[in-house]
């Protein structure tokens, strides 16, 4: 302990120094989410645990410039091998004016503003793996903003395979911002597309029965949202579509091309939310249920051809440190029913020192 009181003096002795300030934060994640029922599609499981995230650093030129380390470590609930079971380090640099953002190293997932949903990304990905390690551009402006990254997942060895994920997000109001001052709420349409790119290679010195992968997934839509800052409440609705490319090198008939219907409504009143996603179309993973740190980062029920997602939420702690929520998610395909009792807390404190 003597030497990191000693570390954060020199810090702050050296920004002070040179009009730098010290900045540090505490991030912390829990998640209790227990499955019940139907298993089909996605295997029936609990998934809990607790992940704590410091980081100490610097900016310099008002904030414009800042370099941040520390890590992310994770402790799963159960488990009898450590206080925590695994840890990532955090280290990256971010440039940050407006309109535009770029951050490069290791950095938190929730840094980035796409909202990337399970039919993208699942929630066993943000519970395991919510560091990406690579960049991200954003640019941001009253009607929308646009967003690249590239998140590296596995470096080529002989037993490992070369990985990464290139993503996207782009959202963009179109036509008049409606505005009623007295009522005090907003409407707006707007147009946008996420999605990514998914390059699952080969290790060194593979053989004939490794095949490099690739998966491309885009998801256009056009949606309507409406709210009323008198009441908190709003209503987010959009349609699109869900299509993928999926293509396995080297086999003739490697090739494939599912697409579906994807309709999203989003209400929210005060501390309360219920959120719906119905898919109907093609099979989204034709080579099957890989999961993560292979072909696919979509959740599982996406191998259905018509799937219901409704997630209601309320969210009983919310103030400028701590949000909790609890929930309960239900999934339904032709094949069954399966549930979810869901409870989340997210705490997240900063400050910095010594601003000359």
Sequence with gaps: MKKIYLLLILLCAFQLSFAQKLEWRLGAEGFFDNGE????????????????????????????????????????????????????PVVYYRYQTKPLTFT???????????????????????Y???????????HQHSRGYFEA??????????????QFMAGLSVKHTIGKI?????????????????????????TWHADESQHIHDNLVAHPFVGY????????????????????????????????????????????????SVEEIIYAGKHQQPYGKRG????????TYYNASAYSRTDIKYQFIVNDYVSAYAGVIFNVTKAGLNWHQLLAVNINLGGSCGKK
């Design 104 to 126: 490069f190293g290791a950095f938190q997932r929730d840094k980035l503003l796409g909202d990337y949903p399970s039919f993208l990304i699942s929630d066993t990905i943000r």
């Design 37 to 88: 029922g139907d298993d089909t599609y996605r295997t029936t499981m609990t998934y809990s645990g607790l992940r704590v995230i410091p980081e100490l650093g610097l900016s310099w030129d008002e904030g414009k410039h800042s370099i941040m380390g520390g890590y992310s470590a994770q402790m799963e609930f159960g488990k009898k091998h450590g206080f925590m079971d695994s840890s990532t």
């Design 225 to 272: 949202k409406m709210s009323s800052r008198a009441t908190d409440a709003s209503l987010d609705a959009r349609v699109g579509v869900l299509a993928s490319f999926d293509r396995e090198r080297g086999l003739d008939d490697g090739k494939r091309t599912p697409v579906g219907f994807l309709g999203e409504v989003n209400a929210h009143y005060k501390r309360f």
């Design 292 to 299: 993560f740190g292979e072909y696919y980062w979509a959740d």
């Design 128 to 138: 395991y793996r919510p560091t990406i390690q690579g960049f991200a551009f954003q």
């Design 178 to 202: 409606s505005q009623d001052t007295f009522r005090k709420y907003d409407s707006r349409f707007y147009v946008g597309v996420e999605g990514y790119y998914y390059h699952y290679a080969l």
């Design 149 to 162: 990254f590239l998140d590296w997942t596995g470096l080529r060895s002989d037993t490992h395979r070369e």
